[in-house]
């Protein structure tokens, strides 16, 4: 009887085995297509060869000291358990003001104000609170890679319109000959990564006119808000309030603090809008870290910090760009974000996964290829480095770069 038993036990795990293996075999993945981000290969490969990694957009200088220690403090006092869903108070109430001062439109922190685990939740909780099946979603290429599948998740469908290369403009002709009546959302991502491009004010005009008496909405997507520079102005759309009225618009502590790991991000809009919003972020996340959203509410009273960040990062790819002056790489114009763009043409006519890759294990420096961020993976033999980064990094990437 024992043995009769275990008899029947081994097949009925086999059995199960069976079937649990064919389940696997035939599942129909949602997105049938998608690859590794090219974020993450770039940056195992950087870390594999040990090269200088140009790559993935986070600096390599840690956040301010003083963060840091309210961090701890917050901790200390007992601030570990789940926040209010929509973020601790003071950080919304933070937010607003900020918001306020720089842009002149007022979102109430108890009703329009959401905070996130990153801005890259905000951004598909967005997309997913409002795109329903056969939706149009206009997004502009080359395009941060979690903006379609996050579209295609709903059952939306992208429609894509490319940048100008080489200064990346919207083309605004073509922008009208893609949108139609069943444009349900337009993703625009301004300061814009990964070409550093920036919106300007006939953007905005064209924009408004484009999506007036349109039941079309927007998710701006305004991470890189702060880095700016040759003293432009952000235009954000929260500035507009033509356009403010049918945005989320998203932003990201991360990029502001030097804090990118610690994942914090938030959403500006309307009540209506936020309600949707809230009700797919309670169950993605729920809530975001504790601790870190209070030492970032009183962080935020030192506006010298992200009003200086300008300057900050202007001297880093002023840096970038002179350490460069006698490569053979050709930068195109950089007007935002922390990201610069060359042109190898002159040194190889290779694609640019394939010279990316050689750069890497070759002569120690990563970067991102450009046509992983394009649906048709178009290449202009182009490469993004990012200069967030020490100036003894920047100074040891750019001797590699200048003996190609």
């Known amino acids: 009887m024992v043995f ?18 064919a389940a696997i075999m035939h599942f129909q993945s949602k997105l049938p297509d998608l690859e590794l981000t090219i974020f993450a290969v ?70 329009e104000i959401t905070v996130t685990t990153g801005a890259t939740e905000s951004v598909f909780a967005a997309i997913s609170a409002v795109v329903l099946k056969d939706d149009e979603v206009i997004i502009l290429e080359p395009a941060y890679d979690a903006y379609a599948p996050a579209v295609q998740l709903n059952g939306g469908i992208p429609v894509y319109l490319q940048l100008k290369f080489p200064d990346y403009n919207i083309d605004w002709n073509e922008f009208k000959n893609v949108f139609n009546s069943k444009t349900k ?106 601790p870190i959203q209070l030492a970032y509410a009183e962080f935020m009273q030192n506006k010298d910090l992200y009003l200086g960040l300008p300057k900050f990062y202007q001297q880093k790819r002023d840096l970038f760009l002179d350490l460069l002056g006698k490569s053979r790489f050709r930068p195109l114009p950089c007007k935002g974000t922390y990201y610069q763009m060359l042109d190898y043409s002159q040194i190889s006519d290779e694609p640019d996964v394939v010279f990316a890759k050689r750069l890497t294990v070759e002569k120690g420096v990563a970067a991102i290829p450009p046509s992983a961020l394009y649906h048709q993976k178009d290449d202009h033999k182009v490469l993004r480095f990012c200069f967030a980064k020490k100036s003894e990094t920047l100074e040891s990437a750019a001797e590699k770069l200048c003996r190609i």
């Open 4 to 21: 009769a038993f275990s008899m029947n036990k081994t097949l009925t795990f086999n059995s199960n085995h069976w079937c649990l293996k």
């Open 185 to 290: 959302l337009i993703i625009l991502n301004y300061p814009h990564n990964p070409t550093g491009a920036v919106l300007t004010k006939e953007d905005i005009d064209h924009l408004s006119r484009i999506v007036e008496n349109t039941r079309t909405l927007i998710v701006s997507d305004e991470a890189y808000e702060h880095i700016i520079f040759d003293g432009r102005q952000h235009e954000s759309i929260a500035r507009h309030p033509q356009l403010a009225q049918r945005c989320f618009v998203i932003c990201s502590f991360g990029k502001t603090y030097h804090t990118t790991g610690w994942k914090i991000g938030y959403c500006l809009a309307p009540e209506p809008l936020s309600i949707e919003l809230q009700k797919i972020h309670q169950y993605l996340t729920f809530a975001s870290n504790t």
């Open 42 to 111: 770039m940056t195992q490969l950087a870390i594999k060869h040990g090269a200088i990694n140009l790559s993935q957009g986070f600096p390599d200088f840690d956040t301010y000291p003083e963060l840091i220690a309210l961090v701890e403090r917050y901790m200390r006092a007992g601030h570990n358990q789940y926040a209010p869903m929509q973020g601790v108070m003071p950080l919304r109430e933070r937010i607003a003001e900020k918001v306020y001062d720089l842009y002149g439109t007022q979102y109430d922190p108890a009703t």
